[in-house]
């Protein structure tokens, strides 16, 4: 039995990537900015961070981020307007980003990857353990896959990743994990990783997915990794440098509700997803899209 883990409180949220896929949007708007109903991706994220308890969010960011910072600071102005008007819930909505959590920023300089966004944040993670919550990737609250990391974590120990079975024909668009499911409940013992692997050779179909809860020591071996796939300092490999070491790497194999907004067909899906389930949205909205629905479906015979 392992020791018990030191409760995790502080996160990581790299965001100093340039959209391409989001283009021309993301020229000048950041893609962690792409409104999901009527709040902003990154903060679906931050959210799911103070729900697992982590009150110190570190954003690594680049260049024209700066709205990212904005969106999370007070607007003074705005809010006076607002108080003024006696509109107590559009002011209730603005103030609700700005007293999440204690967030600070550092700048990525150079393109050079996750591993070395997450390299980024050593001096302000130290010597504790982290959480790393990629923006891409939104996790319905329903699903708290970090608090069952985090069960993980304590009942088995070391870094924990999330995993999420996928059709095999993509699992060369992620990092790939190989897994000893002996551990049993959630937990299983991740024995190989591959980032991206060429189509035809992944050693499973388990996808890593953007949550992990990492040891201080991954900071070391990062600084240590050579560029992998795409010229870039893969988190990926820095993981497998300690799975091969024999360090203890554990995944939990998510089966949740789980939003890629990165990518553009998802980004519209989770946000019809997400505006259907809402009560002030959803009847209507759902209401006008079965009719449209229906009415395209008529057009086109």
Same mark, same amino acid.
């Given at each position: 039995m392992n020791s018990t883990p030191h409760r995790i409180t502080k996160a990581?949220?790299?965001?100093?990537?340039?959209?391409?896929?989001?283009?021309?949007?993301?020229?000048?708007?950041?893609?962690e900015m792409l409104p999901v109903v009527d709040?902003?991706?990154?903060?679906?994220?931050?959210?799911?961070?103070?729900?697992?308890?982590?009150?110190d969010i570190l954003m690594v960011t680049g260049r024209n981020k700066r709205p990212l910072e904005d969106h999370f600071?007070?607007?003074?102005?705005?809010?006076?307007?607002?108080?003024?008007?006696g509109d107590q819930d559009k002011l209730r909505s603005v103030c609700a980003s700005t007293e999440l959590a204690d967030i600070h920023y550092v700048r990525q300089r150079d393109p050079k990857g996750l591993g070395h966004a997450v390299l980024c944040a050593a001096p302000h993670v130290g010597r504790e353990p982290f959480a790393v919550l990629l923006a891409d990737d939104l996790i319905d609250p329903r699903d708290p896959l970090?608090?069952?990391?985090?069960?993980?974590?304590?009942r088995l120990g070391g870094s924990v990743v999330a995993l999420m079975e996928v059709d095999p024909q993509v699992i060369h668009l992620y990092g790939c994990a190989a897994v000893d499911r002996s551990a049993g409940g959630d937990g299983v013992r991740v024995t190989e990783l591959v980032e991206k692997p060429e189509p035809g050779t992944a050693p499973s179909n388990l996808?890593?997915?953007? %949550?992990?809860? @990492?040891? $201080? &020591?991954?900071?070391?071996? !990062?600084?240590?990794?050579?560029?992998?796939?795409?010229?870039?300092?893969?988190l990926t490999d820095a993981l497998r440098t300690l799975v091969r070491a024999g360090r203890p790497v554990h995944g939990v194999v998510f089966s949740g509700r789980r939003y890629d907004t990165g990518d553009r067909a998802e980004y519209l899906r989770a946000t019809v997803r997400?505006?259907?389930? %809402?009560?002030? @949205?959803? $009847? &209507?909205?759902?209401?006008? !899209?079965?009719?449209?629905?229906?009415t395209e479906e008529l057009v086109g015979v």
């Amino acid at each position: 039995m392992n020791s018990t883990p030191h409760r995790i409180t502080k996160a990581v949220i790299p965001a100093a990537g340039l959209g391409t896929r989001f283009l021309p949007l993301t020229k000048a708007t950041p893609k962690e900015m792409l409104p999901v109903v009527d709040k902003p991706a990154i903060q679906y994220v931050v959210e799911e961070a103070v729900a697992a308890g982590m009150s110190d969010i570190l954003m690594v960011t680049g260049r024209n981020k700066r709205p990212l910072e904005d969106h999370f600071d007070r607007n003074y102005e705005l809010e006076e307007s607002l108080r003024r008007r006696g509109d107590q819930d559009k002011l209730r909505s603005v103030c609700a980003s700005t007293e999440l959590a204690d967030i600070h920023y550092v700048r990525q300089r150079d393109p050079k990857g996750l591993g070395h966004a997450v390299l980024c944040a050593a001096p302000h993670v130290g010597r504790e353990p982290f959480a790393v919550l990629l923006a891409d990737d939104l996790i319905d609250p329903r699903d708290p896959l970090l608090a069952r990391m985090a069960e993980v974590r304590e009942r088995l120990g070391g870094s924990v990743v999330a995993l999420m079975e996928v059709d095999p024909q993509v699992i060369h668009l992620y990092g790939c994990a190989a897994v000893d499911r002996s551990a049993g409940g959630d937990g299983v013992r991740v024995t190989e990783l591959v980032e991206k692997p060429e189509p035809g050779t992944a050693p499973s179909n388990l996808a890593v997915i953007g %949550r992990y809860l @990492l040891d $201080p &020591e991954i900071f070391e071996v !990062l600084r240590n990794t050579e560029p992998g796939r795409g010229g870039e300092i893969q988190l990926t490999d820095a993981l497998r440098t300690l799975v091969r070491a024999g360090r203890p790497v554990h995944g939990v194999v998510f089966s949740g509700r789980r939003y890629d907004t990165g990518d553009r067909a998802e980004y519209l899906r989770a946000t019809v997803r997400l505006a259907c389930e %809402r009560a002030d @949205l959803g $009847p &209507e909205f759902l209401a006008w !899209l079965k009719e449209f629905v229906r009415t395209e479906e008529l057009v086109g015979v």
